[in-house]
């Protein structure tokens, strides 16, 4: 209007209706342009084509076109729903198309499309509306490409009412966007029209806040030669990471004079706790809990760096704006604030582990935590079911969906509780939870669970050089579960790489978190390696163990190759011996060096002395297990124990009641322990396997478990099962007995 156009037509769903309306064209009017607001939905082709006719029959010439119609709904991106999805591209995308295709024959000078910045340097909580200015960004070229007239332009925040107000403009202003006249957006339209340009970006920007905070995670060529840019994160990396400026002591550091070490942490922590609240809108600082990831309280880019900002003010300090990433909680923060206060480093940011050998030192086993079929939910449990004698075989459980007219025996060892979890309980929410592995959850708990037994507060653990080596396999738990149930979770959710991470995870523990999967045998291996890491000071205490939850009936099928016996229980080394069980179970053993042990105070259940692994190569057979080779791996683990054959009395066995397994390891413990016994002292020769099953991942640590107790009770429980030996081993080839 103000460049003399006789006659200006605004449209919308509401026409004339809309807030303002009337006003607009009377003030238009007064000016001396002509002004008419039009009801029209730009999405319908049939509004469009009565618009322009009826502009077309009552003169002058149509000569520009403005597209600012857009619709936005803020929402993670992971979260857009199709309905949404099309709400929001049908207002740009469907007007853009209707607008270009039934103008393109007339002479336009300007055919201009309000784009958003969104679709420019992007926006992880207003994706699909990014994408509907994406889609107009690219038409605006087609159109050039054509020889038509367009220009699109991104639009940063307007003041004055519109989409830029409420919740989402206040959230962007705190990303730096600031509010922008609209006589400012318009001289700027007014630009970009005469200097013919086609994309164009627009926005009134504090670059002192937005710079920071886009850059946050990793680097943007996008802006990083605005000289603007350049300057204010050269000065943050020169910054990063200083203690008080000139070394002068800050309020914050004063306070902490005369304090001791404790309660030093606490007042840092507690600030921490406030600014943390005050950035996320908490009524205070009590209702931060210290120990929960900033990720689950609700942290983002934006308010990371406030916090940052405001830490910095507190303590007087340059810090990172990575600082959440890099302390994932609030005691984390506070623990680093603490060592650039004083000028010490009291956290682990930068202390690794300190490597010491400490070759062939035994290991103490200190805590134990486990559930297997039976109700066990305890070493204790373990031994009173194994001392009993009793048979925790079971039916199928009538909680997983199972075809129990299948083609599988109905009996096994089974966990009746496996879909029991209190996610509240480790901070995880409900969603999240039923997204995750059983297997995971229940070696959170057992985990959990070993460390009070063992005397350990598992909190006291956050940021300690604490390991997890945890057996597991046969992940198929992604396999019974609607995809929109593992949406945003997968592949960590389901994965067995993670099972080990799961509980460093939730723990906060930093040393190695290591999952292994060698089958049968990966909870001894991980007994194996945890000894190792140990050992060699790699960490200085161990979560260690193995779990296995069959959420389908598709391990059977691996089962079945070598041999499901018809009743689901294992017969170990008996003459009635007609395949394994399958089985379940979870158990976790805290290891710690036995000097550390002796030296913390811990009670002793039991001493590691020596383990060993190999493999039987070229062998009969695949699957086929090697007797040559069980021979060599048992003479390594002696040696590495420094016994000898003699010095042993029990073996638990692997014992899984197949026809070919069981006589191939009897054989072999029979040429190794057997031989040159003293008169009347046989080595005696079991499994629990015939009690539970086969745990499979969880199996070796649950012959361990039961050794533990044999040997603090004094007494040897009975294998099960066993009418006869079976008749396939020499039992007379060595002094061997079950």
């Known amino acids: 209007a103000e460049r003399g ?39 319908e082709r049939s509004d469009v084509r009565g618009l322009l006719a009826r502009l077309a029959a009552d003169g ?76 107009m960004d690219a038409v605006a ?23 830029g107000t409420g919740d989402a403009g206040d959230q962007m202003q705190r990303y730096g966007m600031r509010l922008m006249s609209p006589d400012q957006g318009v001289r700027a339209l007014a630009q970009a029209l005469d200097g013919g340009d086609c994309l164009v970006s627009v926005a009134d920007i504090d670059w002192d806040t937005f710079a920071p905070t886009f850059t946050l995670r990793r680097p943007s060529p996008l802006i990083a030669s605005l000289p603007e840019v350049r300057r204010i994160l050269a000065g943050a990396d020169q910054d990063s990471g200083r203690g008080p400026a000139g070394g002068s002591q800050t309020a914050l550091a004063r306070r902490l004079d005369g304090l001791s070490p404790a309660e030093q942490e606490r007042t840092v922590v507690a600030v921490v706790r406030a600014e943390v609240a005050a950035v996320l809108g908490y009524a205070s600082g009590d209702a931060v809990d210290p120990d929960r990831a900033f990720k689950d309280l609700g942290f983002d880019s934006v308010t990371a760096v406030e916090l940052r900002n405001r830490l910095n003010g507190a303590g007087g300090l340059t810090l990172p704006s990575t600082l959440v990433f890099d302390y994932p909680n609030a005691a984390a923060v506070g623990r680093h604030l603490l060592g650039q206060l004083l000028g010490t480093k009291t956290d682990a940011a930068g202390s690794g582990p300190t490597l010491t050998a400490a070759d062939g030192e035994p290991l ?9 079929p039976g109700g066990v939910h305890g070493p204790d449990d373990l031994w009173d079911l194994v001392a009993g004698g009793t048979d925790a075989i079971c039916g199928f459980p009538a909680d997983r969906g199972w075809d129990l007219e299948g083609e599988y025996g109905q009996e096994g060892g089974y966990l009746a509780d496996a879909a029991e979890f209190d996610a509240g309980f480790f901070g995880i929410s409900p969603r999240e939870a039923l997204a995750t592995d059983p297997q995971q959850r229940l070696l959170l708990e057992v985990s959990w669970e070993a460390l009070e037994r063992a005397g350990i507060d598992p909190h006291s653990l956050r940021g300690s050089q604490t390991g997890v080596f945890a057996g597991g396999w046969m992940q198929t738990y992604g396999d019974v579960l609607p995809l929109e149930a593992l949406q945003g979770y997968t592949p960590a959710s389901d994965g067995g ?38 050992r060699a000071g790699e960490c200085d205490l161990a979560l260690v163990g193995g779990v296995t939850v069959m959420p389908s009936t598709s391990p059977f099928g691996f089962g079945s ?41 811990r009670e002793i259940l039991a001493v590691i002395r020596g383990s060993a692994v190999n493999q039987d190569g070229a062998s009969n057979g695949f699957t086929a297990p090697n007797g040559l080779s069980q021979q060599r791996v048992i003479r390594t683990a002696l040696a590495s124990a420094d016994l000898r054959t003699t010095d042993v009395d029990v073996v638990e066995a ?26 009347g002292r046989p080595v005696w020769l079991g499994s629990i396997k015939s009690n539970i099953g086969h745990a499979q991942a969880a199996a070796g640590v649950a012959g361990v478990i039961k050794m533990i107790m044999a ?8 294998t099960l099962h066993v009418e006869h030996p079976s008749p396939h081993i020499d039992w007379t080839a060595g002094d061997v007995k079950l």
């Open 654 to 679: 692997h014992g899984s009641g197949t026809v070919l397994g069981d006589p191939i390891e009897a054989q072999a413990v029979i040429a190794t322990y057997g031989q040159d016994r003293p008169e």
């Open 711 to 718: 040997m603090r009770h004094g007494l040897l429980p009975r």
């Open 141 to 163: 070229e087609d159109r050039r490409a054509r020889g038509l007239a367009a220009t699109s332009v991104a639009w940063g925040l307007w003041d004055g009412g519109g989409m």
């Open 497 to 534: 790489s993670v099972i080990s991470g799961r509980v460093s995870y939730t723990l906060g523990l930093e040393g190695p978190a290591i999952s292994v999967d060698t089958a049968c045998s990966s909870s001894l291996v991980a007994i194996h390696l945890a000894g190792q890491a140990l």
């Open 5 to 43: 156009a006789p006659r200006v037509v605004m449209t919308s769903r509401s026409g004339a209706s809309s807030r303002g309306a009337a006003e607009l064209a009377a003030e238009l009017a007064h000016s001396g342009t002509r002004a008419e607001v039009i009801a029209c939905d730009i999405a």
């Open 364 to 372: 103490a086993v200190i805590g134990i935590g486990c559930r297997y």
């Open 561 to 601: 190759s070598l041999g499901l016996a018809p009743d689901g229980r294992c017969k170990s080394f008996a003459g009635e011996a007609d395949g394994m069980g399958m089985g379940e179970g979870a158990a976790i053993l805290v290891v710690e060096r036995l000097s550390d042990a002796r030296r913390n105070g």
């Open 60 to 135: 002058p010439a149509l000569s520009g076109v403005l597209h600012a119609a857009g619709v936005a709904h803020g929402c993670a991106v992971q979260q857009i729903a199709p309905a949404d999805l099309a709400d929001e591209l049908g207002a740009k995308r469907a007007g853009t198309d209707l607008l270009d295709e039934l103008t393109q024959d007339l002479d336009l000078d300007a055919f201009v499309l309000f784009s958003s910045g969104a679709a420019t340097w992007g926006s992880g909580s207003l994706g699909a509306y990014a994408a509907a200015n994406a889609y």
